[in-house]
């Protein structure tokens, strides 16, 4: 086993900062829109008007070290987009990332050692992702050394003993056989082929790990196991993570807090226990009315949303989930974005709860407000 085998690298930041007080990740009015290229017929039909998919708009998100962030919400609201966003698989047409207090530049970010020195450190040294589809992900023609070997050479790892070390311990901590290190990803089942793919990012000794539906093509029981592990290397490695999931008994089990997307837009955060006990917002009520439960006494009363996802190449004007909402208040939804209020350990984006305070941010440990606020 290599002696310095998945230990943080000196650079990073978070020994020079007091835990609680620093966001690991910060998303500040982050925004993507895809243009369309549309057929020379629909360039003369809808003359220079530009069409956008507006994927992500104008969210602010804060995620802080050590927890586990759960983002749900209906297929295409963005939530993969935001989780390619943060480790900047995608550029962001507008807004700024910071990480650990200070922002991007470029692909670059500038941290501090115990010293106080600051370097230029890559971004993909401190992020990493996990793909939901873990064949699709990986190169078919390439082992499963030379899958390894690459991002532990990127990170600096040259000789080739240590990179055939770093590589059969990367297999066994995700529980892989190291002796299949010359197998082929087709070779493997969905669960072992998902390891490889955990063993990858890891590789980097990241930081913060997007794991986009990890879990969502595999077997229930494989489902398990791979949360148990992404759990015990979390609590090892001192991880953080955004959590994609469609799964609510996924996100409730893993997640610290849980952030609601809809067409682009975070409508609601919250702590897990607080957001599943007392949902606020009517599209995260919907959400939860919708999950099956076979205790009667649980069962929340369903909800039947009126008409389908709107297109967020024309979202609705105002808060987007009006069209469809069974408790709308009246004009302003129509008119007016709503911001997020504070309500308890919850924001919630709804004018519904006007008479509340704008939100603060809040810690996922202590639950109480900093000195400083966040825009919803």
């Known amino acids: ?31 993507k829109h895809f243009p369309i290229r549309p057929s ?57 990332i910071y990480f650990q207090g200070r922002p991007l530049i ?57 990179v055939e070390a770093e590589v059969r311990f990367l297999m066994d901590r995700v529980g892989l056989n190291p ?14 082929r998902q390891r490889i793919g955990i063993a990858r990012a890891l590789a980097m000794r990241p930081l913060f790990v997007v794991a986009d539906e990890p879990v969502s093509s595999l077997d229930v029981s494989i489902q398990a196991q791979v949360i148990n592990l992404l759990e015990e290397l979390q609590a090892e490695y001192q991880l953080t993570y955004l959590f994609i ?40 009520q919907a959400l939860l009315a919708a999950v099956p439960v076979v205790e009667k006494a649980a069962r929340r009363s369903r909800i039947l949303l009126q008409g389908g996802v709107p297109s967020p190449i024309d979202p609705p004007s105002g808060c987007r989930f009006h069209p469809r909402c069974f408790t709308k208040k009246g004009k302003i939804c129509e008119q007016e974005k709503p911001p997020f209020f504070q309500v308890g350990s919850q924001r919630v984006a709804c004018w519904l709860y006007d008479d509340y305070p704008l939100a603060t941010a809040v810690t ?9 606020s966040t825009e919803g």
């Not at 996922?364 to 400083?372: C, D, M, N, T, V």
């Open 40 to 96: 020379i017929l629909a360039q003369l039909l809808a003359g220079r008007r530009k069409r956008l998919v507006r994927a992500v708009d104008e969210v602010n998100l804060t995620i802080w070290p050590g927890e586990t962030v759960g983002l749900v919400g209906e297929s295409g609201c963005g939530k993969t987009t935001l989780g390619r966003l943060l480790t900047l698989l995608h550029q962001p047409t507008s807004g700024e």
């Open 106 to 162: 470029g692909d670059h970010v500038l941290v501090a050692n115990e010293a106080g020195q600051t370097y230029r450190v890559p971004y993909y040294r401190l992020t990493q992702i996990v793909f939901q589809n873990p064949y699709s992900s990986l190169n078919p023609r390439k082992t499963v050394r030379q899958i390894l070997s690459a991002p532990l050479r990127a990170r600096g790892v040259k000789r080739p003993a240590e």
């Open 1 to 31: 086993m290599p002696s310095a085998a998945l230990q943080p690298i000196g650079l990073h930041a978070e020994r020079a900062v007091v835990p609680g007080t620093t966001p690991l990740i910060e998303a500040r009015q982050l925004t």
């Open 179 to 192: 002796s299949h290190i010359d197998r082929y990803p087709h070779q493997f089942s969905g669960g072992q």
């Open 245 to 284: 999931a469609h799964d609510l008994s996924v996100i409730h089990h893993i997640s610290d807090r849980v952030a609601v997307m809809y067409l682009g837009h975070i409508v609601e955060e919250g702590t897990t226990d607080e957001l599943f006990a007392a949902p606020r917002h009517p599209y995260t």
């Open 364 to 372: 996922p440990s202590s639950g109480l407000p900093l000195q400083h």
